[in-house]
């Protein structure tokens, strides 16, 4: 069975870290470029942070420049999401997903702002809660 499963959420005080932790099952991530996703109740799902098939592309949304780093571990099927000096804006399921990276575009792949449409593998979700 094909599917990403989140862990590392949980309930922190303002300025506090966490570390989620994205980690593929039925398939091999090597191939795919991962996002991560925050959503609030009656918001959109926002694309927090994208990393390359490679690790050696990334990108964050400004919000939380300086305070994530997505990181990834093929080896071990699992994509990180390190989150430091957490505020309570910051409160949200976050999903994982998963694109699979055709090989025509694998040399030099960069990523840009995730897109939800674009990935095609989705996480359950894991709560982060912040508080004040």
């Known amino acids: 069975q094909v599917q990403l499963v989140e862990s590392g959420g949980g309930l922190v005080q303002s300025g506090g870290s966490l570390r989620l932790s994205c980690t593929a099952s039925g398939f091999s991530l090597e191939y795919y470029g991962v996002g991560w996703f925050r959503q609030t109740p009656g918001k959109d799902r926002e694309g927090v942070s994208s990393?390359?098939?490679?690790?050696?592309?990334?990108y964050y949304v400004d919000s939380v420049k300086g305070r994530f780093t997505i990181s990834r571990d093929n080896a071990k099927k699992t994509v990180f999401l390190q989150m430091n000096s957490l505020k309570p804006e910051d409160t949200a399921v976050y999903y994982c997903?998963?694109?699979?990276?055709?090989?025509?575009?694998?040399?030099?792949?960069?990523?840009?702002?995730?897109?939800?449409?674009?990935?095609?593998?989705w996480g359950q979700g894991t709560q982060v809660t912040v508080s004040s």
């Open positions: 997903a998963a694109k699979y990276i055709p090989p025509r575009l694998r040399r030099g792949h960069t990523v840009l702002a995730p897109r939800e449409n674009e990935y095609e593998f």
């Open positions: 990393i390359s098939f490679e690790d050696v592309s990334t």
